[in-house]
């Protein structure tokens, strides 16, 4: 399968608006950004964007008792990178696209 686009970034912020990002010193440069029930989604397709600067706000941004998470699919390196963002903290994982449901099977993908 030929993808045109580089990556896809997909994401979902509990408890932060965009506004929040943007009033935080990071507008969200994504093609679909929403908040719809309490909950930024972020979608973008094209090039390879550097999504540090957003994981470091969500960290500062996300209340206590709330997550997000934000799945890098980069369709050059045939892989996924996941940030999960809970209590203050990411945990951050790869994977090879190949293989991606065998290490997601626990999280309701088998």
């Not at 990002?21 to 679909?32: E, I, N, Q, R, V």
């Not at 090039?47 to 600067?53: E, G, K, M, R, S």
């Not at 997000?68 to 369709?75: C, F, N, P, S, T």
């Amino acid at each position: 399968m030929r993808y045109d686009s580089h990556c896809r970034i997909y994401g979902q912020f509990f408890g932060v608006t965009p506004e929040q990002f943007k009033a935080h010193g990071t507008p969200l440069p994504y093609d679909c950004v929403a908040f719809l029930g309490g909950a930024t989604d972020i979608e973008h397709e094209g090039h390879l964007i550097d999504v540090t600067p957003l994981v470091e706000a969500a960290v500062a941004l996300l209340p206590e008792n709330r997550e997000g998470h934000l799945d890098v699919i980069d369709h050059r390196a045939w892989s996924i990178t996941r940030y999960f963002i809970k209590n203050k903290t990411v945990k951050e994982e790869t994977f090879d696209l190949d293989n991606i449901l065998e290490h997601t099977k626990n999280d309701g993908n088998w």
